[in-house]
Nanobody
Framework: QVQLVESGGGLVQPGGSLRLSCAAS????????MRWYRQAPGKERELVAA????????NYVDSVKGRFTISRDNAKNTVYLQMNSLTPEDTAVYYC?????????WGKGTLVTVSS
């Protein structure tokens, strides 16, 4: 059974930082690309960052380049999203995603609120 569990969200002031974690189980984690999505109120879900199975390749949506860093620890079956210089526009529910055997799996999400 595939499970993705996100953690690390919360309330942070503009300019602050958070690190999100996503613990995966039920998958051959080290061989799979992992992705972080987010969905802001009233908006569609968007891909924020992606990382290859070996961790060597990463991609980001333009709006977070230079501020967010995706990484993974294959020994812990965990993918991270380090978020710096946060702005109110980063407020959203952040979801972890993996495609496994042609099926998309999602976590329940973790809420990030950027507000003073």
């Amino acid at each position: 059974q595939v499970q993705l569990v996100e953690s690390g969200g919360g309330l942070v002031q503009p300019g602050g930082s958070l690190r999100l974690s996503c613990a995966a189980s039920g998958v051959t984690f080290s061989s799979l690309g992992m992705r972080w999505y987010r969905q802001a109120p009233g908006k569609e879900r968007e891909l924020v960052a992606a990382i290859g199975g070996a961790g060597g390749s990463t991609n980001y949506v333009d709006s977070v380049k230079g501020r967010f860093t995706i990484s993974r620890d294959n020994a812990k079956n965990t993918v991270y999203l380090q978020m710096n210089s946060l702005t109110p526009e980063d407020t959203a529910v952040y979801y972890c995603n993996v495609n496994f055997f042609a099926m998309n799996f999602w976590g329940k999400g973790t809420l990030v609120t950027v507000s003073s």
